[in-house]
């Protein structure tokens, strides 16, 4: 029986616990300077809480940005807790890191994106990051939130 390294699984078990020591950061100390995050995740998800109305009106995926007004940061083991306002009204999320598919800050130019098998199978992975890919994102209903773009990380490859 031949044993392989699954490095894919290593670098996503890496790359989640990053976004768990930064959420837990700004648990604990709030936002610094301009930093901000664009989180989108998977709605499909059995252990995602979002309420009714979010999931009938993102029935995929959904982006949250985490900026301005936020509240209820709890970071967990398995996934985290927030409170987000959607057009004047706070809703809690729970959102699993094993659901979420990018995570952004734009203000530094950083981003994070997990392949999914179902990606890699259907030559999608192009589509992640075209600008004329669909986005429909909860920032739009967010007065005064700024829209990101996907960094590749190719592109600072040398």
Same mark, same amino acid.
């Given at each position: 029986?031949?044993?392989?390294?699954?490095?894919?699984?290593?670098?996503?078990?890496?790359?989640?616990?990053?976004?768990?020591?930064?959420?837990?950061?700004?648990?604990?100390?709030?936002?610094?300077?301009?930093? %901000?995050? =664009?989180?989108?995740? &998977?709605?499909?998800?059995?252990?995602?809480? @979002?309420?009714?109305?979010?999931? +009938?009106?993102?029935?995929?995926?959904?982006?949250?940005?985490?900026? %301005?007004? =936020?509240?209820?940061? &709890?970071?967990?083991?398995?996934?985290?807790? @927030?409170?987000?306002?959607?057009? +004047?009204?706070?809703?809690?999320?729970?959102?699993?890191?094993?659901a979420i598919r990018t995570f952004v800050d734009p203000s530094v130019e950083f981003g994070l994106r997990f392949e999914t098998q179902e990606a890699e199978d259907e030559d999608e992975t192009d589509d992640l990051l075209r600008d004329d890919?669909?986005?429909?994102?909860?920032?739009?209903?967010?007065?005064?939130?700024?829209?990101?773009?996907?960094?590749?990380?190719?592109?600072?490859?040398?």
């Amino acid at each position: 029986m031949s044993h392989q390294i699954d490095y894919g699984k290593l670098m996503h078990a890496a790359m989640r616990s990053l976004i768990r020591k930064v959420l837990s950061n700004v648990a604990e100390n709030g936002l610094p300077g301009e930093h %901000h995050f =664009f989180i989108t995740f &998977d709605t499909t998800d059995p252990d995602v809480g @979002v309420a009714d109305w979010l999931r +009938d009106r993102y029935p995929d995926e959904m982006t949250v940005v985490i900026q %301005h007004w =936020f509240e209820n940061l &709890d970071v967990g083991e398995d996934g985290f807790s @927030v409170t987000l306002n959607f057009g +004047d009204s706070p809703e809690p999320l729970y959102i699993p890191y094993d659901a979420i598919r990018t995570f952004v800050d734009p203000s530094v130019e950083f981003g994070l994106r997990f392949e999914t098998q179902e990606a890699e199978d259907e030559d999608e992975t192009d589509d992640l990051l075209r600008d004329d890919a669909p986005n429909d994102t909860a920032a739009e209903d967010t007065p005064g939130a700024a829209k990101a773009e996907v960094v590749s990380l190719d592109q600072f490859r040398k």
